[in-house]
């Protein structure tokens, strides 16, 4: 069975050491600049990327980011500081209509739709686009609606001729899209960068179209110098009136490409000149700047912390015999010291919240509660207990851990672990080799420690890569194999849910039911921390995605 979700695994937030805090201290605001915003002005991005590509065929981005300035889809999302990202409408009407069980999906676009040229925006446009999604030459993009779309499996792309007979567009402003089996997050999906429209008469030369693609957003690009910056400036036409997620307040927005991390966080430190214009989107706040950051309140008025994000967790693997047994698994779920995995991370406001639950705030289906109700730090004695009345004495597990970046979180679970009586030894390794051990055929481990997020905010992202029995090995993120039937029909039964607020609620009952069998110990929601110029605003990090929302970003004078 062809997987049909991705997460990404992402890096812990922020990895230094802190003093021990109070784990039961109230976690931050999500932080940033959520004051009012004027139209006018440049907005400047200081990037690490040497290249960025617009092409949506390849890209993985979030809905909330970058290439969405340019490039619009059919739904798109709408962030806040303390909410869940809600599902709006982009290009289409609405969020879909669903019909044939849930597995044809119908979309009506609105009307006056144009590109930045004054051309007519039209359904066979996003036909178009998402079938260049399927050319080989044109991979690395998220490619959840490969293996929905019936004949998606065979198909390789529109530029021998062939269409894919499952996106029909009966007129100007429909699609319909036929999917091989129910699954109530398609409108999720139709929000990705693949779903946005490409006239096939502007895709003369596919390898560079990502250069200066044809906009439907309010920016369109006035120049590309790859490894030094990429200029975007208005789309003359577009028509603010139809679009809900974007504000388009900035005039002009330049990102500025190549540069070193640490050079970037000097420099919104500093906030100087075009500086106070600027933003980090995706280079976190470094351990070393730790102290500069919290020691001037100007400074650290302008950090946007996530108010959760990835969950990480201690995957146990549950093949091995020392493991095999749920009563022991639930006795190392009392043996973990998840004070100390969030104290190794930076502690509560910058290394994340403690975590019980599989599905992370800001997800739909998001249920706080807490089965096992172990206390932070842990509880030895009941661990010794339970592993005692499960006729368990002498326990040693290897603990595969990334040698870069999991060395201090691993000693953190060892030293928890070994005042439960468990003997735990790190077995260090490179990212590729352990990512091998810990997906592949054989896997010679009885613990590690992984982080997840997904791809879109749906609970499917957070359950069903990693507790599926079908995501187990060949390169899966099950990587507890854990197998239990009766969760698996659950989790086809949410998967194929088009009502969102039902699906919430089977997705709720799955995390419990999964936890019950303690597959993992969850262990922190990591935040992430941007910093930002003092003329930024309506620049914060929402619960999830826990990056910022280049789309509502405007400027102060």
Not at 243 to 259: C, F, H, K, N, S
Not at 476 to 494: E, L
């Amino acid at each position: 069975m062809k997987r049909i979700t991705r997460a990404v695994a992402v890096a812990a937030a922020l990895a230094l050491a802190a003093a021990a805090c109070n784990a039961n201290n109230q976690p931050p605001a999500a932080g940033g600049s959520t004051a009012a915003a004027e139209a006018g002005g440049t907005f400047h991005v200081l990037s690490t990327s040497k290249e960025i590509s617009l092409d949506p065929a390849k890209s993985q981005n979030l809905g909330t980011s970058t290439i969405h300035l340019v490039l619009r889809g059919l739904t798109s999302w709408k962030t806040s500081p303390d909410k869940a990202a809600e599902l709006v409408p982009d290009l289409a009407a609405d969020t879909g209509q669903v019909s044939d069980g849930g597995k044809t999906w119908t979309y009506k676009l609105k009307p006056g739709l144009k590109y930045a040229d004054g051309s007519p925006i039209v359904a066979a446009d996003i036909k178009y686009g998402v079938e260049r999604s399927f050319a080989p030459e044109l991979s690395g993009g998220l490619g959840y609606h490969k293996s929905l779309l019936v004949g998606g499996d065979k198909y390789t792309g529109p530029y021998k001729g062939a269409q894919l007979a499952s996106i029909e567009t009966p007129d100007d402003t429909t699609i319909v899209f036929k999917l091989n089996k129910p699954f109530g997050d398609w409108p999720w999906v139709v929000s990705m960068p693949a779903f946005s429209p490409v006239p096939k008469k502007a895709d003369t030369d596919p390898a560079h179209y990502g250069e200066d693609p044809v906009a439907s957003g309010p920016y369109q690009v006035k120049s590309y110098a790859p490894g030094s910056k990429l200029e975007l400036e208005r789309n003359p036409n577009w028509d603010k009136s139809t679009d809900e997620a974007r504000t388009g307040l900035p005039d002009a927005i330049v990102i500025d490409m190549g540069l070193q991390a640490d050079v970037v966080n000097q420099r919104l430190i500093a906030d100087a000149g075009d500086d106070k214009f600027a933003a980090a989107t995706g280079v976190s706040v470094p351990a070393a700047l730790i102290p500069t950051v919290s020691g001037n309140p100007a400074v650290k008025a302008r950090v946007a912390t996530s108010p959760s994000g990835a969950l990480q967790y201690l995957a146990m693997n549950t093949k091995r015999p020392a493991l095999a047994n749920p009563e022991v698994r639930k006795a190392i779920q009392y043996a973990v010291d998840k004070q100390a995995v969030q104290v190794a991370e930076g502690g509560p406001e910058y290394g994340g919240e403690i975590a019980t639950t599989l599905i992370t705030p800001g997800i739909e289906g998001y249920q706080k509660y807490d089965l096992y109700q172990a206390p932070p730090q842990g509880d030895p004695e009941k661990a010794k207990s339970m592993l005692a009345a499960a006729g368990v004495s002498n326990l040693n597990l290897v603990l595969a851990a990334d040698n870069a970046t999991g060395l201090s979180v691993a000693q953190a679970i060892q030293q928890g672990l070994k005042r439960a009586g468990i003997t735990v030894t790190i077995k260090p390794l490179d990212t590729e080799p352990l990512t091998d051990l810990i997906t592949g055929n054989k896997p010679d481990f009885d613990l590690t420690v992984s982080s997840w997020l997904p791809d879109f905010p749906s609970a499917i992202g957070n359950i069903q890569p990693l507790f599926a029995s079908s995501e187990a090995g060949n390169g899966g993120y099950n990587i507890s194999r854990y197998s239990n039937p009766a969760v698996d029909s659950a989790i086809a039964a949410a998967t194929a849910e088009s009502d969102r607020t039902k699906a919430a609620g089977l997705w709720g009952a799955v995390d419990k039911q999964i936890m019950a069998d303690a597959p993992v110990v969850p262990l922190i929601y990591a935040r992430n921390a941007f910093l930002h110029g003092s003329k930024v605003q309506n620049f914060f990090l929402p619960p999830y995605p826990p990056y910022p929302n280049v789309l509502i970003v405007g400027l102060s004078k």
